[in-house]
């Protein structure tokens, strides 16, 4: 069981994010990810609870630093994680974090980050409702219209070309992408891109990591009873999805990805000292705990029969 604060804290720097700019946003989602994680597996190691409580930890006393400028900001990151303020309750919170979310829908916004904070934001103002305050409401309305017209993100075609936006990369028509409204569709569709595509090295439009985290956030959408607007998120999964199946394998350029050898939800896995930090991966310490928490969440609605294999896959992710 990990306190309570963590989700307080969590969502305090959600809606403090918009402050700092809309990647900030990154740390209050990780820590609330990794909060709600460990809630949906009670009967987890304990070990393992530890080393969750320690990887927000890390976070919440600033050790990733890649979101943002402090000093250009005006707000550091353990301002961000301090306790929320009193402050009446909020009214019409479902319909308001909707309201907020749906000018930014039409499109492919960094990476799915949109839909990502808002899923979370959902599932934390309504399970929790003593955190829907006006205060954090406001900021949370405040950091998605930051994504109102965002771009796409960003993508690597290889050293030779470098980067550019995600939305100047070619799409394949051979990828055999069949965008559909369906969400049982788009999680089977993960499901065997994970288990084919996992191991192949590319960078951009947040990467698998940002692919399962956007679908889980969509899931997450729809299951909480907002299915119209989860429905209008899917084409920006399919895009996103369809960009990064078009970028090149870098495995030449920056070697083979490497995969963990034990499944996060045990111990053995938090014991080896090389769980610490990726050496293959940047924003690990983000990213790795909202996928936890993405994948997981997703993980009853995988195909039964190839959830093992989907599992073996994720742990590339892992590393």
Not at 94 to 118: C, M, T, W, Y
Request: glycine residues 6%; charged residues 25%.
């Amino acid at each position: 069981m990990i306190d309570i604060a963590y989700l307080s804290r969590g969502l305090a720097a959600l809606s403090r994010a918009h402050r700092a700019g809309a990647m900030a946003g990154h740390l209050g989602a990780a820590v609330l990810a990794g909060y709600f994680f460990a809630e949906d597996h009670p009967d987890l190691d304990p070990a393992v609870i530890d080393a969750i409580r320690r990887e927000m930890d890390r976070i919440i006393d600033g050790e990733e630093t890649v979101w943002f400028n402090p000093q250009a900001k005006g707000i550091t990151i353990r301002e961000l994680f301090a306790p929320p303020p009193e402050a009446s309750p909020a009214e019409n919170v479902s319909e308001r974090i909707d309201r907020a979310l749906q000018p930014s829908l039409a499109k492919l916004r960094q990476s799915g980050h949109n839909v990502i904070f808002a899923s979370l934001a959902v599932r934390a103002v309504r399970d929790h409702p003593q955190t829907a305050t006006e205060w954090a409401l406001t900021g949370v309305e405040r950091l998605l219209h930051l994504f109102d017209n965002a771009g796409p993100g960003r993508a690597y075609l290889g050293k030779e070309r470098g980067w550019c936006s995600a939305d100047a990369v070619p799409l394949d028509s051979d990828d055999g992408v069949s965008p559909s409204d369906d969400i049982d569709a788009m999680v089977a569709q993960l499901t065997d891109r994970l288990i084919v595509e996992a191991a192949c090295r590319r960078q951009g439009v947040g990467g698998l990591f940002h692919i399962i985290n956007h679908a889980a956030g969509i899931h997450e959408l729809a299951m909480r009873g907002y299915r119209s607007t989860a429905r209008k998120a899917l084409a920006a999964w399919w895009t996103q999805l369809r960009i990064w199946l078009a970028l090149p394998n870098l495995e030449a350029e920056l070697g083979k990805l490497e995969k963990a050898e034990a499944d996060p939800r045990t111990a053995a896995y938090w014991e080896d000292a090389r769980s610490r930090n990726s050496t293959q991966f940047s924003g690990w310490l983000t990213h790795r705990l909202k996928t936890l928490y993405g994948f997981f969440s997703l993980w009853p609605a995988l195909p039964a029969e190839k959830r093992p294999q989907a599992l073996d896959r994720f742990l590339y992710l892992m590393r």
